[in-house]
């Protein structure tokens, strides 16, 4: 699901930083407004950053049911004010609000243990493959891959879903 609107700040105030961190400076204020509204922020990516930028809010809410309609809409209106408000970018771009769909980003031990089973595709702390998650201990995930158990700790590494679960988890 995707709600989006076009923003277009009146003045230019925003920092010229990285692409990297004007993007954490992003996710860092759609948190600070979401989290009181019962959303959690599992990412946020500019898309296109030179021309016609894409802002692009991936959320879940808190207790874990399923994002509606209604749920990007209230977000965006959120997020959306207090971008207006505090203008962190300093040219038009389209704001896109997103449930987390197939991909979605596993950052937490409870995305893991919400997904139990089912395939992540990951990279980092030296690896890269797609593999079912075996089991979630703390920080300590371990991916059922063709060469065994391999365990890796939270934070070394960047895991998306590779599969879509038959229902919602």
């Known amino acids: 699901m995707t709600d989006s609107s076009a923003h277009n700040p009146d003045n230019s105030s925003a920092s010229a930083a990285s692409p990297a961190g004007q993007s954490q400076n992003l996710q860092s204020i759609a948190a600070h407004v979401l989290t009181p509204l019962g959303f959690e922020v599992l990412e946020v990516q500019i898309q296109n950053p030179g021309r016609n930028p894409v ?89 059922d891959t063709d060469n065994g158990p391999v365990t890796l700790r939270i934070g070394d590494f960047q895991a998306n879903l590779a599969e879509f679960p038959p229902e919602h988890r």
Request: charged content about 35%; overall charge negative.
């Open 55 to 143: 802002v692009v809010v991936r959320i879940d809410r808190l207790d874990e049911q399923p994002v509606s309609i209604e749920d990007l809409t209230a977000a965006s209106r959120a997020v959306g004010d207090e971008y207006d408000r505090l203008d962190p970018i300093r040219s038009e771009y389209r704001l896109e609000l997103e449930s987390p769909g197939a991909k979605r980003p596993l950052l937490r031990s409870r995305h893991f243990e919400r997904m139990h089973g089912l395939k992540a595709k990951v990279r980092g702390g030296g690896h890269t493959f797609t593999a079912p998650i075996a089991a979630v201990q703390g920080d300590d995930v371990t991916f």
